[in-house]
């Protein structure tokens, strides 16, 4: 409606470079040992406040700005008003002094008639010698003349007052119906600020949530991965163990084995040991594939966890993104509106402007509505 020099919408890149800063606080927060195991991290809470802080400061200057464009408005109505004020007036008096310069009633044809034959040129001839064309005034003629133009005088004041009044009333209403749409455009203003204020809290929400479950997950992944660690430092020592005590290391054959009698152990004939027997070998070949087919389940079972976990994480971030692009349509789609709404009122402004300039203001005095007097003796 008015031609104002507002800034740029760059809400989508501002929103796109916020969320890559998080995204980068995030992971600097998570892969932080220091913060994420001794204690919150007060970065974090103190960026919050500072957002926090603007964004009020930011609403603070938006009020102040709305303030500013209501006086403005408001001024511009109130010197449009007392300029028109200024012109009817400036009208009615070159018009009065039109009037008293140059339609005086003594300088009229018939002024001999209507001012008791004041300035009427003097007879020379006799009555008697003069014809009944030469005769002025004729018996019964004037007669309540002076009544009826003080009557018709009245009904031309009433008539100019009527009219001054439904002008005083026309021109009320249209200035009662520009300060309701002007109240209106403001109050659309108010409501599109207050949304905009509702998804941005929304988005923080979620923001919040999804960087705690977030926490919570990983917190979860790291505890997973050192019981995991644990237990294999406990399988391998007693792979160790089994594999130092084991008869492979210890040369420990039936063939090379005598007793040695006493409640001794038998003894190992070295210069007799052939190595181990087939039962053995295959007993170790038997334990070491078991080992190894568990170790590769256990890989399987890890890379699944981890790929389940993978996709999870996904899946939240695909949720969240096609949130965020519903949000942003149904922003764009509001502000689509309320553009066309702007315009229409606009146009509407303007087609009653032109109106006011061009039909209703455009009678003007001209010469020949002067030239129109005097012109006969009538």
């Known amino acids: 409606m008015y031609k104002l020099d507002l800034p740029v919408d760059q809400t989508e890149e501002k929103a796109v470079e916020r969320r890559r800063s998080a995204e980068t606080t995030r992971k600097a927060r998570i892969f932080n040992t220091r913060h994420r195991v001794m204690g919150i991290d007060v970065d974090a809470l103190n960026q919050q406040v500072q957002e926090k802080k603007h964004q009020q400061n930011m609403e603070m200057q938006r009020d102040k700005a709305f303030d500013k464009l209501r006086k403005y408005h408001n001024d511009v109505l109130l010197q449009q008003h007392i300029n028109e004020e200024e012109k009817r ?18 300088d009229s044809r018939d002024a001999d008639l209507k001012c008791g034959l004041k300035g009427a040129f003097s007879i020379t001839i006799p009555e008697g010698e003069l014809g009944p064309a030469s005769m002025q005034i004729f018996q019964g003629e004037g007669t309540g003349e002076e009544q009826k133009r003080r009557e018709q005088m009245e009904i031309t004041e009433r008539d100019l007052r009527a009219q001054k009044e439904l002008n005083e009333r ?19 203003d108010l409501r599109g600020v207050q949304l905009q204020a509702l998804e941005e809290d929304c988005k923080k929400a979620a923001l919040i949530a999804l960087a705690n479950y977030n926490r919570a997950l990983a917190t979860e992944q790291a505890e997973t991965l050192k019981e995991q660690r644990r237990r294999e430092e406990r399988e391998n020592v007693a792979e160790l163990l089994h594999t130092l005590t084991s008869d492979m290391m210890t040369e420990c054959a039936e063939a090379a084995e005598r007793e040695v009698g006493g409640g001794r152990p038998p003894r190992v ?110």
Not at 170 to 188: A, F, I
């Open 89 to 106: 007036a400036a009208l009615h008096t070159d018009l009065t002094q039109y009037w008293a310069t140059h339609q005086h009633v003594e």
């Open 170 to 188: 026309k021109h009320m209403g249209d200035k009662h119906r520009e300060v309701l749409v002007s109240k209106e455009l403001v109050l659309q």
């Open 269 to 378: 004939l070295i210069d007799r040991w052939k190595g181990m027997s087939p039962e053995q070998l295959s007993a170790i070949h038997r334990e070491r594939e078991e080992q190894r087919l568990q170790r590769q389940r256990q890989r399987d079972a890890e890379k699944a966890q981890d790929a389940a976990r993978e996709l999870q994480l996904l899946r939240l971030t695909r949720e969240a993104e096609e949130e965020e692009r519903r949000a942003a349509e149904l922003r764009r789609e509001k502000r689509i509106q309320t553009d066309r709404y702007n315009v229409q009122l606009a146009r509407e402004q303007q087609a009653y402007q032109e109106y006011l300039n061009k039909k209703l203001y455009t009678n003007k005095p001209t010469k020949s509505y002067f030239n129109q007097f005097n012109t006969s003796s009538r």
